[in-house]
């Protein structure tokens, strides 16, 4: 099956610098990245998404980077600001085999040091 | 407002006793999924439902029962053989096109505590 390994664990920023979270996958076939960000006491939301047909995506400050040859896919926030403060996961999935599921990193911790 | 809603939010859980969470969701969302998180560690997958009156068995499924009677609906029962079933518990949707799974949304969560 899939395994997915993140890296780091915790990751302490300046505010304003930039933070890259970076996860590596297994399963060749994985088409499907999406990437979580989760709030103490909440339920992960979705931050941004990247398929397996393209190599990059942005959304404002936040973009996503994937690598198949080399199977990893990096997020990447710039200009942090106290409010991207939080835990963050990677996961990857097959979604067009009819069977797929999830399979998550084990979360990058992210603190913003005003 | 569209959404997952999960309850209750806090779960007391007495030795040998069964509970159920119920996990909504009115996205008219055809799969949903059952997780688990633990201190430090990733989501791991318990049950997911690709349609109604069908599900599988996640990675963690030891334990844990579920139904799909109706499409908004997948509540989770956490048996008595579970015998470590403290954490955090998050359901999930996702729209489905054709074989293509889309996104997965998550709920709000439960915490579940052993008395």
């Known amino acids: 099956g899939e395994n997915v390994e993140q890296h780091p664990s915790t990751l302490s920023v300046q505010e304003g610098d930039s933070a890259v979270i970076k996860c590596t996958y297994s399963d060749s076939a994985s088409n499907y990245f999406p990437w979580y960000k989760q709030e103490l006491g909440k339920g992960p939301q979705l931050i941004i998404d990247i398929r397996s047909n393209v190599g990059e995506k942005k959304d404002q400050r936040i973009a996503v980077t994937l690598n198949k040859t080399a199977k990893h896919f990096s997020l990447h926030i710039t200009e942090t600001q106290p409010e991207d403060s939080a835990v963050y996961f990677c996961a990857a999935s097959r979604t067009n085999f009819g069977n797929e599921k999830l399979t998550f990193g084990t979360g990058t911790r992210l603190t913003i040091i005003p | 407002d569209g959404g997952i809603t999960q309850s209750p939010k806090y779960l007391f859980r007495k030795e040998g006793q069964n509970v159920t969470l119920s996990c909504e969701q009115n996205l008219n969302h055809d799969a949903m999924y059952w997780y688990r998180q633990d201190p430090g560690q990733g989501l791991r997958l318990i049950y997911y439902?690709?349609?109604?009156?069908?599900?599988q068995k996640g990675d963690i499924a030891e334990g844990y029962s579920v139904s799909r009677e109706k499409k908004e609906s997948f509540p989770l029962t956490v048996t008595s053989a579970q015998k470590n079933p403290t954490a955090f518990y998050l359901c999930a949707s996702s729209e489905t096109t054709g074989l293509v799974r889309e996104t997965q949304y998550f709920g709000p969560g439960t915490r579940l505590l052993v008395l």
């Open positions: 439902s690709q349609i109604v009156n069908d599900f």
